[in-house]
């Protein structure tokens, strides 16, 4: 008992610190910022600047883009989300989009093509697919294709996670994406803006709205506001200039080997087509997939090589002769 007693007094002390802290009010912190993988992706930029060959943009890798070993595919995606995602290209003429759809598989390899597009930028035609030769470039036939167009290789660099997010759906839901580019094109279409102009021919094929270059040799990339070409004009809008199209860029002979000569779609069977060949890469077969080309792009034996002596010939004034 005089135990009990003699602890009675330090019982209460610690009963009422207790109650004490209880009733003490909880400073909040604030959380840390989310990792990248889950930081949200920079705005897209419509017309993206070009850039001068002293200052050539650095494009990193980021986590947010999806993992190209991961196992499961990613959950499907909902029609309106395919619409959101597809919006950017989806008026672009049918060859450049299919050539955009099958690169974005490839999503790992988008930086690293973007940056040698830019550091060529003052190249075009034959020139330019030597120089691919020469350097031994070591990617997919499908981002060797847009080489050529330095600016969208810029855009799907600059929101790895857009090309990343659009390459998974490419690959686990094709039909679905091609039903989203069919439905913004109509939208654009009955609101006046996707129409034949002295570029692309618009047709409607059973149901689907087709472009293609009034010239194979030429392309003339489209420049839009998505916040505009697929939603009702606003009164006294001059439809005309909801798009845009910059200098051609020139697709020869030498490109062919890249699928540019029979690239597009098989809209009814939702087909991709590239070289002529039904493109059947999926999220499953990804890694050992190998397009049947007409004639297959010989990926080079030898290491990739940095040969700039054409910079010394040309000059970097020449840079953006066919930037859109």
Do not use: C
Not at 166 to 182: F, T
């Amino acid at each position: 008992m005089k135990t009990i007693h003699k602890m009675l007094p330090a019982l209460i002390l610690l009963t009422f610190s207790v109650i004490s802290l209880a009733q003490a009010p909880i400073e909040r912190q604030t959380p840390p910022p989310p990792p990248p993988d889950q930081q949200q992706a920079q705005p897209y930029q419509q017309n993206p600047p070009a850039y001068p060959q002293q200052d050539q943009p650095q494009y990193q890798q980021q986590p947010g883009a999806p993992d190209q070993q991961q196992q499961a595919p990613p959950p499907p995606m909902a029609p309106q989300q395919l619409d959101q995602l597809v919006q950017r290209i989806a008026l672009y003429p049918d060859p450049l989009l299919a050539q955009v759809l099958t690169a974005s598989t490839f999503w790992n390899e988008i930086p690293d093509a973007a940056t040698w597009a830019q550091q060529h930028s003052f190249m075009t035609g034959d020139p330019l697919a030597q120089a691919i030769q020469s350097d031994n470039l070591p990617w997919d036939p499908s981002v060797l294709a847009l080489l050529p167009f330095p600016n969208v290789l810029d855009t799907m660099a600059r929101d790895p996670q857009w090309t990343g997010t659009l390459g998974n759906a490419v690959l686990s839901q094709r039909p679905d994406v091609m039903d989203a580019v069919q439905r913004q094109r109509r939208l654009a279409h009955d609101y006046g803006y996707l129409v034949p102009n002295a570029y692309n021919t618009v047709a409607d094929n059973g149901g689907y709205l087709e472009v293609q270059p009034i010239n194979p040799a030429y392309f003339y990339v489209p420049v839009y506001s998505p916040a505009v070409v697929f939603y009702r004009p606003r009164p006294g809008f001059i439809i005309s200039t909801g798009i845009r199209f910059g200098p051609a860029v020139t697709i020869g002979p030498a490109f062919g080997v890249y699928g540019w000569y029979g690239a597009g779609f098989g809209w009814g069977g939702h087909a991709i087509i590239i070289d002529h060949h039904p493109w059947t890469r999926t999220y499953y077969n990804r890694n050992v997939y190998v397009h049947p080309y007409a004639h297959p792009y010989a990926h080079p034996a030898a290491p990739r090589v940095e040969s700039h002596a054409h910079y010394e010939e040309h000059g970097s004034d020449h840079g953006g002769d066919h930037h859109h």
